[in-house]
T-cell receptor
Framework: GAGVSQSPSNKVTEKGKDVELRCDPI?????LYWYRQSLGQGLEFLIY????????KSGLPSDRFSAERTGGSVSTLTIQRTQQEDSAVYLC??????????????FGEGSWLTVV | QQQVKQSPQSLIVQKGGISIINCAYE??????FPWYQQFPGKGPALLIA?????SEKKEGRFTISFNKSAKQFSLHIMDSQPGDSATYFC???????????FGTGTSLTVIP
């Protein structure tokens, strides 16, 4: 596609349920990021994938959060046993190569998660 | 701990005026400073970026001023237009690691 595609765009879930958020990066982009944007907060780094290398999971806030990237393309962020504090916009981004390359990072429109 | 501190939280400017948004950081290892513009319902988009070896970068109506000794950088929007109304985020990249550190954002409203 022309840009980073995320789904669903909006998700309302009950506390304790699991959710999956999907990201389809720009074709050919080897680097993929997940960020979280809470109301009144900046973007919080969650996880980074680069090609077939082991992901940088240093930003995941708890073991309820996990992500995978299949075939070096589509990525899924999974939140287990959701809590109200998980309510936020989850942004996926991709770039041609890693953050040290200087390539522009392109963000998707985000998945707005509300936990009730 | 907020690695990049951004102010003001919100800003209202008359059309044609100058919008100024400020950011400060502590980590001297940061080596790349982008600004992102975000419209409602959209993801952030890169607006302009600067490296610490220059003090100013200008692209059209947008200018970044960078003060390495003070560890501060700012975005100036000249001749502000209603279409500039958006949320602006400053960010910084460390010389190691894979993440960008973002400020908390500034909501800019340009009044016609």
């Amino acid at each position: 596609g022309a840009g980073v595609s995320q789904s669903p765009s909006n998700k309302v879930t009950e506390k304790g349920k699991d959710v999956e958020l999907r990201c389809d990066p720009i074709s050919g982009h080897t680097a993929l990021y997940w960020y979280r944007q809470s109301l009144g907060q900046g973007l919080e780094f969650l996880i980074y994938f680069q090609g077939n290398s082991a992901p940088d999971k240093s930003g995941l806030p708890s073991d309820r959060f996990s992500a995978e990237r299949t075939g070096g393309s589509v990525s899924t962020l999974t939140i287990q046993r959701t809590q109200q504090e998980d309510s936020a916009v989850y942004l996926c981004a991709s770039s041609l190569s890693g953050p040290r390359s200087g390539n522009t990072i392109y963000f998707g429109e985000g998945s707005w998660l509300t936990v009730v | 701990q907020q690695q990049v501190k951004q102010s003001p939280q919100s800003l209202i400017v008359q059309k044609g005026g100058i919008s100024i948004i400020n950011c400060a950081y502590e980590n001297t290892a940061f080596d790349y400073f982008p600004w992102y513009q975000q419209f409602p319902g959209k993801g952030p988009a890169l607006l302009i970026a600067i490296r610490p070896d220059v003090s100013e970068k200008k692209e059209g109506r947008f200018t970044i001023s960078f003060n390495k000794s003070a560890k501060q950088f700012s975005l100036h929007i000249m001749d502000s237009q209603p279409g500039d109304s958006a949320t602006y985020f400053c960010a910084a990249r460390g010389d190691t690691g894979n993440q960008f550190y973002f400020g908390t954002g500034t909501s800019l409203t340009v009044i016609p």
